[in-house]
């Protein structure tokens, strides 16, 4: 039994527009590169769960933000990853339907997360594990290793499909086979030669 692993920004989703990031500056007052630098400087801490909404978004924007702020922050940032890449969710949907395991495995914090549950692309995916729910980060050795116990797999039975090489190199690191994702039309025809 083989598992098919996704990871959901730049694969499952399209990477977050640069007009929704403009967005979220805007409603913060904050400039697009400050605001931009903030946002990617914590993000990984956010996404571990060692920060909270109300503290990364605070250390984004280099001051205290109200409850209202961090809840409207929240939405719009969810928003912004919203986007689906169709063609991706294409293989998907076809992997789901021939009945092939398939999982989803994202640096995401609890909030985001949250927000990406209800869409119905995601929850088709029986298995979602999120970096925030776990306290672990891609491309750490042990959220690999976490998701093929959860999975009860060893890990040579997981093919796990990331955007960025780092995150697939972890995987692999972890004894999986990785597949650095660039399109879904590659994808397809790499998965179609893991069959073979």
Not at 45 to 65: C, I, M, N, Q
Not at 88 to 117: K, Q
């Amino acid at each position: 039994m083989t598992w098919i692993v996704f990871d959901y920004g730049g694969v499952l989703s399209l990477p977050q527009p640069e007009s929704d990031a403009g967005a979220m500056a805007r409603a913060a007052g904050a400039g697009l590169e400050r605001f931009s630098r903030g946002y990617w400087e914590h993000r990984l801490a956010f996404d571990r769960g060692s920060l909270t909404p109300f503290t990364y978004w605070s250390a984004v924007l280099g001051r205290p933000v109200t409850h209202a702020e961090t809840a409207r922050l929240v939405a719009m940032d969810i928003a912004s990853w919203a986007h689906p890449d169709e063609g991706t969710v294409a293989v998907l949907g076809d992997l789901i339907e021939a009945g092939r395991d398939v999982a989803l495995l994202s640096n995401a914090p609890v909030c985001v997360s949250d927000g990406l549950d209800e869409l119905p692309w995601i929850a088709a995916i029986g298995r979602r594990f999120y970096s925030g729910r776990m306290g672990l980060v891609k491309p750490g050795k042990e959220i690999y290793d976490e998701v093929a116990r959860e999975l009860d797999a060893d890990p040579a039975e997981i093919v796990f499909i990331d955007d960025r090489l780092e995150n697939v190199q972890g995987a692999e690191r972890a004894g999986m086979t990785g597949v650095h994702f660039t399109d879904a039309a590659a994808l397809r025809a790499t998965l179609r030669g893991q069959d073979d």
